[in-house]
């Protein structure tokens, strides 16, 4: 009975905490189906939770304020871009630290440690001036090219890889498979968890980037979601109706990304978090 109550308690204050965070995109979600006119007023009542007199009308609206569409389409290609280059790079980096051997990888996978207590804020002012002498300013390469290699993927890659058997690659050898080859065939298959983790973490941080965008971005050609629904909500007059289904449009395939490889997702931070 004790172990009883004990299980219970822990499985409401687990639903408890699970529906803090819910709460926020439950409420987005409604208000964004809600006539403008009731968004605000039922906020500090339960019936905010309550999709009275439910219709789209909101998200025709967003099509019609702005062009959402090009939006959508600049984070998507941004994000893809990121993430696909990302994996190639960021994966092939974490093989070479951790199976190869060759003069001064000690020393570079130092350095590459060092980079991850640095932020982006702390570099955006000399990297904006670089890309500016590029003549890079207000396209999707200086939004792409900066962000492909990232030392957090590295050592993502670098932990993950210690814990596969090296029995693998002296196999793959012995039939004569080189570096490349044994790292396509037989690494990336037996990596899936760890390549799920790093595309989840790197879409969510790139699909968010602010900062960056609005230095480097002046028009709406490039702009990605994060800028335009800042735009958006200095657009008069304000909506929150409008303003709750951009967001919720914006959401949409962070969720649905996770949804379809949060199996991956858990195993490959788990894998890493305890060789790490």
Request: with cysteine; hydrophobic share 60%; charged share 10%.
């Amino acid at each position: 009975m004790k172990r009883f109550w004990i299980n219970s308690a822990i499985t409401l204050s687990l639903l408890a905490l699970a529906l803090l965070f819910i709460a926020p995109i439950l409420l987005m979600l409604v208000g964004s189906l809600k006539p403008d006119a009731r968004v605000l007023v039922e906020a500090g009542s339960w019936k905010a939770l309550l999709p009275d007199q439910a219709s789209l009308q909101n998200y025709g609206d967003v099509f019609s304020r702005v062009d959402f569409s090009r939006y959508m389409f600049n984070s998507l290609w941004i994000t893809g871009c990121v993430v696909v280059a990302g994996l190639i790079v960021n994966a092939m980096a974490g093989y070479a630290f951790s199976r190869m051997q060759w003069r001064g990888r000690d020393m570079v996978f130092s350095l590459v440690l060092m980079i991850l207590i640095i932020p982006l804020e702390a570099i955006a002012v000399p990297l904006f001036y670089q890309v500016t002498l590029l003549g890079w300013r207000d396209t999707y390469i200086v939004q792409i090219v900066p962000f492909i290699a990232n030392a957090f993927s590295i050592y993502l890659f670098y932990t993950f890889f210690l814990g596969l058997p090296r029995e693998l690659e002296e196999a793959a050898r012995i039939d004569g498979a080189g570096v490349l080859r044994t790292f396509i065939s037989i690494i990336v298959p037996n990596a899936k968890p760890a390549f799920a983790s790093v595309a989840i973490l790197t879409f969510l941080t790139q699909w968010s980037a602010f900062l960056w965008p609005m230095m480097v971005t002046s028009g709406e050609a490039v702009r990605p979601l994060p800028l335009g629904i800042a735009a958006f909500f200095t657009l008069p007059p304000l909506q929150w109706g409008d303003i709750f289904a951009f967001g919720v449009m914006m959401v949409a395939p962070v969720l649905l990304l996770f949804l379809i490889f949060q199996k991956w997702f858990v195993q490959g931070v788990a894998a890493t978090g305890v060789k790490g």
